[in-house]
């Protein structure tokens, strides 16, 4: 593994597409050759409300709004978002997302996690 490594997100593919209409998700980890870090880039289309949520077994998260904004369900809880929040989730914490109006551009950096994966999939309760 080399000392650093640079890319840029927008130049990765979109990990995501043809599988939830209205949202990018590009991944760097791999083409970082990170052993501890995961960096994604998630582009949320106007309005979009994820009907489903993820939780993790291990790995801890924090999300960064660079772009936008919107609400981050966590748990039973609604939260909302704006340029430049950053909302750190603790694995078991169950999270999904909703855009604003001008759309939600987040960043999302992880920390270890195993080679099989830890994501744990679920349905987004949204209270209203």
Same mark, same amino acid.
């Given at each position: 593994?080399?000392?650093?490594?640079? #890319?840029?997100?927008?130049? =990765?593919?979109?990990?995501?597409?043809?599988?939830?209409?209205?949202?990018?998700?590009?991944?760097?980890?791999?083409?970082?050759?990170?052993?501890?870090?995961?960096?994604? #880039?998630?582009? @949320?289309?106007?309005?979009?409300?994820?009907?489903?949520?993820?939780?993790?077994?291990?790995?801890?998260?924090? @999300?960064?709004?660079?772009?936008?904004?919107?609400?981050?369900?966590?748990?039973?809880?609604?939260?909302? =978002?704006?340029?430049?929040?950053?909302?750190?989730?603790?694995?078991?914490?169950?999270?999904?997302?909703?855009?604003?109006?001008?759309?939600?551009?987040?960043?999302?950096?992880?920390?270890?996690?195993?080679?099989?994966?830890?994501?744990?999939?679920?349905?987004?309760?949204?209270?209203?």
């Amino acid at each position: 593994m080399s000392r650093f490594a640079k #890319l840029n997100l927008l130049e =990765l593919p979109d990990s995501v597409a043809g599988r939830v209409e209205g949202l990018e998700g590009r991944f760097g980890r791999t083409q970082l050759q990170s052993r501890d870090l995961g960096i994604s #880039l998630f582009r @949320y289309a106007p309005g979009l409300r994820s009907s489903m949520a993820h939780s993790h077994r291990e790995q801890e998260e924090a @999300y960064v709004v660079v772009a936008g904004s919107g609400r981050i369900l966590l748990d039973d809880e609604v939260h909302k =978002l704006g340029p430049w929040d950053v909302v750190r989730v603790a694995p078991d914490v169950v999270r999904a997302f909703e855009a604003g109006p001008d759309g939600m551009d987040i960043l999302a950096v992880g920390g270890p996690k195993p080679e099989e994966g830890d994501g744990v999939m679920a349905t987004a309760n949204w209270p209203d």
